[in-house]
């Protein structure tokens, strides 16, 4: 694992999540999208969201997370090398 910060991730204090849990949105801004875009070696990433739901479990010792990404991205044909939209 490197110290690079992840190209589209968001911060929680561990303290703010109990048994009841967390709910939390969230969104690619243009920049993340395109730093998932090199990434992943994709033409382009349109729109990236998730919900994640947290929730402290053992006692508080560990964090569940349970979420729903979506996603608009274009990768390339592996024939034509064109563009080909795809929803994830």
């Known amino acids: 694992m490197t110290s690079e910060t992840p190209e ?3 911060m929680v204090a561990v303290d703010r ?5 967390l ?3 969230i969104e690619a801004d ?3 999208r395109a730093a998932l875009a ?3 070696d994709l033409l382009g990433i349109d729109s990236f969201r998730a919900t994640v ?9 560990a964090i569940r997370v349970d979420g729903h990404v979506d996603a608009e991205v274009t990768q390339r044909c592996v024939v034509t090398l064109g ?3 795809e929803t994830v």
């Open 8 to 10: 589209f991730s968001r």
């Open 17 to 21: 999540i109990d048994r009841r849990g």
């Open 23 to 25: 709910e939390r949105e």
């Open 30 to 32: 243009p920049a993340e």
């Open 38 to 40: 090199r990434r992943f």
């Open 53 to 61: 739901r947290l929730r402290a479990v053992n006692g508080g010792t």
């Open 83 to 85: 563009p080909v939209p």
